[in-house]
């Protein structure tokens, strides 16, 4: 069973190393000209559809105003008949040809050439007008099926208006506009505002902001300076910035988000495979049930010649029901839309199949480190002893003014104007496991952790809160210290309040930070359990363990939220991986199931629901074509039914299922 799961997942993740770059312009192109096709396409079959109306309208007056023969009668429907029933009629033909004859195209020819012939048995009335309007009927579900499927791809084609035409370069002192994909790692590119950012980089001249809808669905515009990365896809929207580039067009965030929802549509959900394997054996055992219903009774009436047409008439009318259209047409369509409506809100879900699963997750766990929190160390507390606060952090930030260290970055940050305050640093000297010495002024200032303290002889004392905290001390007397933090993110423990609303039983952190660092997280967050100080290869013994623990009865799945290159080996493992897309490690986006494009927790949450939803519509479908077609035939078996109930049960109700299947394009939960 293990193993089965393992290879569908890598069914499932198919083959996404193609070429991304070279097909760029080509596949624009080939896009537009598909959209076009289409649209030409439902027009004609919309023009199609009103001259049969107009036809049948005619030959139904013919029929009742003049004394024509039933042969005459034939010909004058069979107008109508082939204008609108030609394609089908051929798409059987072509099935029969190729030994694939059971299908919708089949069973619709033979229920509506049967109605046509039913007129000339002895006894039996025409149904010539009924023939006409099942082949109608059928082409208007085909039309709303079309139509359907065409909003479906424009929910998915609006990403295609993010991928950038042009580059802007700089080469030899000339900007030259050329491909994205002739752009090399490393070379400079000019965005102007209103352009779209071709590649990904780093800013390093200028500052705008940017406007991300497309990519993560944010409303609000990104502010980018210099030093921030940016991603392709965006649109510049007030100033002219110059960027370096970190990744060529192939492997930029445009492209992959863009083949990531193409490769989307190839991976089936379980409804979608069952649906067509149940398409597969029903239809044939439907034409041998009309079969068998047409010639039976009337063998064991005695008066066959008689009771005959009766049950043929019947027989066609079960085939008409019985026909899989609504089912094979809106399930498909409904997981469609799904994956459309959830990439607008910036979630990307690599298939049908992790819709399915997402649906049934009862167990999210966590990495820490850039998924619930920043990644970023920032001063959360400042407790002076013998200065203020802001004399505290000016001293600190200056001494830490030529460090490296991540945490000499978050003392500059939280005291940006210390270079242009005119203090004199002198004599820095760096003691490593223990901090920074420096003279500001005339003053000694040492920064870093209690050994340096003792050192110098300061009184230092501990702080109640968890952190990273770093003591000052000034010509050897105790001035404070300073607590700093990873920051946790501002929606994350709204993430776990709406998980636990969702019905999601159990949530874990598994990090490699700190154990008292990790309980005080979990604390905060609300999380049911943690697992601190842990190396990838414990966080994936730790997830097989919560995978066999999971309730086997409830077909339970587990997901996990990651973001660095360390937990690409778990977001594999897991049954659905879902991955930190604006800041994630490529190797992380590679290797998981649903990438969320603005890392916000609280879009983990959103993916369970509007996955639920879309299998919710899928069901719904499920039921009520079954439940219609069910009911129809039982009249029909009975003598009850009509041809208009017939096509009511398919084409009606396939109408109706594909209208149900559009709202899940909405992408609410």
Request: with cysteine; net charge negative.
């Amino acid at each position: 069973m293990e193993k089965h799961h393992q290879d569908n997942r890598q069914e499932a993740r198919g083959n996404r190393q193609q070429d991304q770059g070279h097909g760029h312009c080509h596949g624009h192109c080939h896009e537009h000209h598909h959209e076009h096709e289409h649209h030409h396409e439902l027009k004609e079959q919309l023009v199609k559809i009103i001259i049969t109306v107009v036809l049948l309208i005619a030959a139904v007056l013919i029929e009742k105003h003049t004394a024509l023969t039933t042969w005459q009668l034939l010909l004058v429907y069979l107008v109508p008949y082939l204008l609108i029933g030609f394609d089908t009629l051929k798409e059987a033909a072509e099935g029969l040809a190729h030994g694939e004859a059971f299908n919708e195209h089949f069973l619709m020819s033979v229920a509506t050439i049967g109605a046509l012939c039913i007129g000339f048995l002895p006894g039996a009335e025409t149904q010539f007008p009924e023939a006409v309007f099942v082949m109608l009927f059928f082409q208007i579900g085909e039309l709303f099926e079309g139509y359907a499927e065409g909003k479906s791809r424009d929910s998915i084609a609006h990403l295609m208006d993010i991928r950038p035409d042009t580059a802007n370069v700089e080469r030899d002192g000339n900007l030259l506009t050329v491909n994205p994909d002739e752009v090399e790692v490393g070379e400079t590119i000019v965005i102007r505002p209103g352009e779209k950012v071709p590649l990904d980089g780093v800013i390093t001249e200028g500052a705008t902001a940017l406007n991300t809808v497309a990519l993560t669905g944010e409303s609000v515009p990104r502010e980018a300076g210099l030093g921030d990365e940016v991603i392709s896809g965006c649109v510049n929207i007030s100033g002219v910035v110059k960027v370096r580039t970190t990744k060529s067009f192939g492997e930029s965030t445009v492209s992959k988000i863009i083949h990531l929802v193409e490769d989307a549509g190839e991976h089936k959900s379980k409804s979608e495979t069952f649906i067509s394997r149940f398409a597969r054996v029903y239809t044939p055992v439907v034409v041998f049930a009309a079969i068998a219903l047409a010639l039976l009774p009337p063998l064991f009436s005695g008066h066959f010649a008689t009771a005959f047409p009766v049950w043929l008439y019947r027989a066609l009318l079960f085939l008409v029901v019985s026909c899989p259209c609504a089912l094979v047409i809106s399930v498909p369509l409904t997981f469609f839309g799904g994956i459309g409506g959830a990439s607008r809100n910036g979630i990307l879900v690599k298939g049908a199949n992790f819709m399915d699963i997402l649906a049934k997750v009862d167990t999210v766990v966590f990495d820490k480190t850039g998924t619930l929190t920043h990644g970023q160390f920032a001063v959360e507390a400042v407790h002076p002893e013998t200065l203020d606060e802001r004399q505290l952090l000016h001293l600190a930030a200056h001494v830490e003014h030529f460090s490296t260290h991540p945490v000499g970055a978050a003392l500059r940050d939280a005291f940006p104007d210390e270079a242009t305050d005119g203090c004199q640093v002198s004599d820095v000297e760096e003691i490593a496991g223990h901090g920074v010495k420096a003279k500001v002024g005339d003053k000694i200032v040492c920064v870093g952790n209690a050994k340096m303290m003792e050192a110098v002889g300061a009184q230092w004392h501990d702080c109640h809160l968890t952190g990273t905290i770093i003591h000052v001390a000034v010509d050897g007397a105790y001035a404070g210290h300073i607590v700093i933090n990873d920051k946790v993110k501002e929606d994350s423990a709204e993430a776990i309040s709406q998980l636990k609303a969702l019905g999601v039983r159990r949530t874990v952190m598994l990090t490699g930070d700190r154990q008292e660092v990790a309980a005080e997280v979990t604390r905060k967050l609300g999380i049911d359990e943690f697992h601190a100080e842990l190396l990838p290869a414990d966080k994936v013994a730790y997830l097989d363990e919560l995978l066999n623990a999971k309730p086997s009865t409830l077909n339970a799945q587990l997901a996990f939220v990651g973001d660095g290159i360390n937990d690409a080996p778990v977001l594999a493992r897991a049954d659905v991986g879902i991955a930190m897309g604006g800041l994630g490690s490529d190797a992380a986006i590679e290797a998981a199931d649903v990438v969320l494009m603005d890392d916000k927790p609280t879009k983990i949450a959103s993916a369970i629901g509007i996955a639920r939803r879309t299998l919710r519509i899928a069901r719904q479908n499920v039921a009520f074509a079954i439940g219609v077609k069910v009911l129809v035939l039982l009249l029909a078996a009975v003598g009850l039914a009509t041809m208009w109930m017939a096509v009511f049960a398919d084409v009606g109700v396939t109408v109706l299922a594909v209208l149900n299947a559009m709202r899940a394009m909405k992408g609410r939960e």
